[in-house]
């Protein structure tokens, strides 16, 4: 790309100052400034040029191979056991049953609470009910065919409200109802005694796999002095170790987690390494050698989590001029077979409790009620999946906008004109929004780049045999920065060397969002060193500070600010030393593009290397550990009123569609997106995010669900489970609005998750704006979109 066109682009990042854009694209450079460049990537040719090693690239010699024996069954008692031939089986190293878990017979990111390997009793069609392992994964196969178990089954149940009902079949002891939750604010008998206009819908989503390219890779191995070190693709480093330690009943400090380069997760390689790390770490644990479990694509989409399936009712009031009175929603959340990131992790962390607080959406609401309920199933179990509880809401809280528009007979972008939050705005939890609230620049920037006011007035037919139709659609989102519990925070480390070359310590992982590079930008702006001159260490637990999960969109945000807190340390005994050697005042010496200047006499510099020489050889700090966790959360149990999140992001999307009305065939022709992320470190990277999280909500909107018929899944391999291929992708027009956020460094928020959240609805909206056929219940595929086009012409007659 030019020189030219790259300044184009960067004129798309738009703040609420009034620019001189002619400016801002010529004016010169005060000087070098890492942050806010889009700097390729630091792992970008490694990938294209395909010499990044992933775990399936790694040396297998001297690696037993790990396989699971899984339940037939999606619930049953386990009667016996019978392991015999499969012991006797040449290669076969171990066969290990539930009482061979050396400590805690249970995993689970929040709860313990699915068996590493099921001694009674199964929950769903993926249970391990058995672990091998052999010199070969032939050897392996063989073993788990030889394993004879006998179940006595049970009375299934796969809906979550069946699942509260007093005769339901308990999946748990404890029952089958994991989590109830509510949230409460205003009056809602007067919310909707002063409604003009209400509505009532039921909305309904599906089990959705993270179908990320790379299958799943766990290695376990045992070392001399009795620590094991656990290697694998993975988000959640800290996790993985102390689920890992526990099973095997050994201290903390007896296990290494070490991630190795990931090749997509989504959220869902914060469940499956905690999984294969356990079992493959008792697998090491017996057998004294190293243990790979690999997983085959059908294994994966047999036995990981999923994102969760909800029912979502709603009940919405507003007046005569389109101002929200009155919401109220209900929420059937279905865990599965286990807790997995499901439950409440006080006071708002987990994915139920964000779905309950998203719910209502960016709107300003003066009576609100929620009632949420998650409930245990014999499906697979929800996890992490990008958003985290909130895609789900989304589909709801927009469609229902836009049927509330329909029934005033108001413009869809003037009911959200005219309810959605701006600053000092409340939300539905009692929240005041007192900083970085960009909403209504989103929605303004994308109505213009749309083109929205023409296109409204041109939807309908396209083609001369009026079998075409086109529709456009809009949807706004809102997501937090942070996960909203009592312990969110990150630790980073800074070192910097005499020769002033960097090395950078952080436990949050790269899964392809780009942190790798992000993190390394905030370090070389903080110190005033050059990009090239950071090198960010590979996340390893005995080497890196706790950091939390890389998941929440909370990676730039708190690790960013650890960072900056880190650096400083290090950069005050390198100015001293600088003041010292210049003989000028500390506070007048800036540190930039490897040099240490005087602001008043810029001719007056050193060399960062030779100041860093010289701290090295006076014995002065060149070391630095930052620590920063975000303002505290608050979220009362009863009420729901609080603050659960210190920051949010904006975003508004609009999509154009082309519906067959023949076929039920949907065609997303044009697309714009634009996001207020507070500040873009890297625009570029920002505009990945952004165009990769609008392919995923097209793939839920249109073809992306895992099928299930008893508790069984139809459709476990990639063959049969639809994603969005580039040929279903439009060109999309990311626009980056900054509106600062006060506690975030250099005024950045998170962006990872935010993306796909509106493309769902947006895409939904457009197709019902084009036809006239509303799908409520995913995806909208063409046999879903006919039958929606159907009924909406019987309505007409």
């Not at 999923?306 to 979502?312: D, N, V, W, Y």
């Not at 509330?404 to 409340?426: H, M, T, V, Y």
């Not at 609009?654 to 065939?665: F, L, P, Q, R, S």
Request: glycine share 10%.
């Amino acid at each position: 790309m030019s020189k030219e066109s790259d300044d184009r682009r960067e004129v798309k990042v738009l703040t609420r100052e009034k620019l001189d854009l002619r400016q801002l694209v010529k004016a010169p450079e005060v000087g070098p400034s890492v942050v806010g460049r889009s700097i390729v990537r630091t792992d970008a040719m490694l990938k294209v040029t395909g010499r990044l090693d992933f775990g399936a690239d790694y040396l297998q010699d001297g690696f037993l191979h790990g396989k699971i024996l899984r339940s037939s069954h999606p619930h049953a008692l386990i009667k016996s056991i019978n392991t015999k031939k499969a012991k006797e089986l040449p290669g076969v190293a171990a066969v290990l049953t539930a009482e061979s878990v050396p400590g805690r017979n249970g995993f689970g990111a929040i709860i313990p609470d699915q068996p590493v390997i099921c001694g009674d009793k199964v929950r769903f069609v993926g249970d391990a009910v058995a672990l091998v392992a052999a010199e070969t994964e032939k050897i392996a196969h063989q073993a788990l065919e030889l394993i004879e178990v006998e179940y006595d089954p049970l009375p299934p149940v796969f809906d979550p409200r069946e699942a509260l009902k007093e005769d339901a079949p308990k999946i748990h002891e404890k029952g089958n109802l994991l989590s109830y939750n509510k949230l409460r604010k205003g009056d809602m008998e007067k919310g909707f005694a002063q409604a003009d206009v209400i509505l009532e819908r039921t909305y309904q989503v599906p089990f959705l796999d993270h179908a990320y390219l790379e299958p799943d890779i766990c290695m376990a191995i045992p070392k001399a002095d009795g620590t094991m070190l656990v290697e694998g693709p993975m988000q959640a480093p800290f996790t993985v170790r102390r689920n890992v330690n526990a099973v095997l009943g050994v201290p903390i400090n007896k296990v290494r987690v070490r991630q190795i380069p990931m090749g997509g997760g989504f959220g869902g390689k914060e469940d499956s390494p905690i999984d294969l790390g356990c079992r493959a770490a008792v697998l090491a644990y017996h057998t004294r050698r190293p243990v790979r479990i690999a997983l085959e694509r059908e294994e994966i989409t047999l036995q990981t989590s999923k994102r969760h399936p909800m029912i979502m009712q709603i009940k919405i009031g507003a007046k005569k001029d389109g101002t929200l009175v009155a919401f109220e929603g209900v929420i059937y959340d279905e865990q599965g077979a286990y807790a997995s990131m499901g439950p409440v992790i006080p006071p708002a962390g987990g994915s139920h409790i964000h779905a309950m607080v998203m719910m209502p959406g960016p709107y300003e609401i003066p009576n609100v009620k929620v009632d949420a309920y998650l409930c245990y199933t014999n499906h697979p179990y929800g996890g992490a999946m990008r958003g985290f509880g909130a895609p789900q809401v989304h589909v709801a809280h927009e469609q229902i906008m836009d049927e509330l528009a329909e029934a005033l007979n108001i413009n869809p972008i003037d009911i959200r004109r005219k309810n959605g939050f701006r600053e000092d705005s409340a939300t539905a939890t009692g929240q005041v929004l007192e900083q970085s609230v960009g909403l209504h620049d989103t929605l303004e920037v994308c109505t213009r780049a749309f083109d929205w006011d023409r296109r409204y007035q041109e939807t309908g037919y396209v083609d001369e045999g009026k079998t075409k139709r086109r529709g456009i659609g809009i949807g706004l989102g809102w997501y937090r920065t942070s996960i909203g519990t009592n312990n969110d925070a990150c630790g980073a480390n800074v070192y910097v060397h005499e020769d002033g070359s960097v090395l950078l310590y952080t436990g949050i992982t790269e899964m392809g969002q780009g942190s790798f590079t992000v993190l390394p930008q905030i370090c070389a702006e903080e110190l005033g060193v050059r990009m090239e001159d950071v090198r960010l260490v590979q996340p390893d637990t005995d080497v890196v500070p706790e950091s939390g999960p890389t998941v929440g969109s909370r990676s730039t945000t708190l690790m960013g600010n650890a960072i900056i807190l880190a650096a400083r340390q290090v950069k005050e005994s390198i100015l001293e030393m600088a003041s010292e050697m210049l003989m000028v005042p500390m506070d007048r010496l800036e540190s930039r593009d490897r040099r240490i200047y005087d602001r008043d006499n810029s001719g007056k510099s050193l060399e960062f290397r030779e100041v860093a020489a010289r701290c090295m050889a006076k014995g002065k700090r060149l070391i630095g550990q930052g620590w920063w966790a975000p303002p505290p959360p608050t979220l009362d149990p009863e009420t729901g009123q609080g603050n659960p999140y210190f920051v949010y992001t904006y975003s508004t999307h609009m999509a154009e569609v082309v519906v067959d009305m023949e076929t039920g065939e949907v065609e997303v022709t044009d697309y714009v997106a634009a996001f207020d992320v507070g500040k873009a470190i890297n625009p570029k990277a920002v505009e990945g995010q952004i165009e990769g999280g609008v392919a995923m909500g097209l793939g839920y909107a249109l073809m992306e669900e895992v099928a299930l018929e008893g508790g069984y899944i139809q459709n476990l391999n990639l063959k049969n489970y639809l994603i969005p291929t580039s040929l279903d992708v439009p060109d999309i027009e990311p626009i980056i609005v900054e509106v600062e956020n006060r506690f975030g460094p250099y005024g950045a928020k998170g962006i990872g998750e935010m993306p796909n959240l509106p493309a769902t609805p947006a895409i939904l909206n457009a197709i019902a704006n084009a036809c006239g056929g509303r799908v409520r219940t995913l995806p909208a595929d063409p046999e879903r979109v006919f039958w929606a086009i159907k009924e909406a012409e019987r309505a007409v007659r």
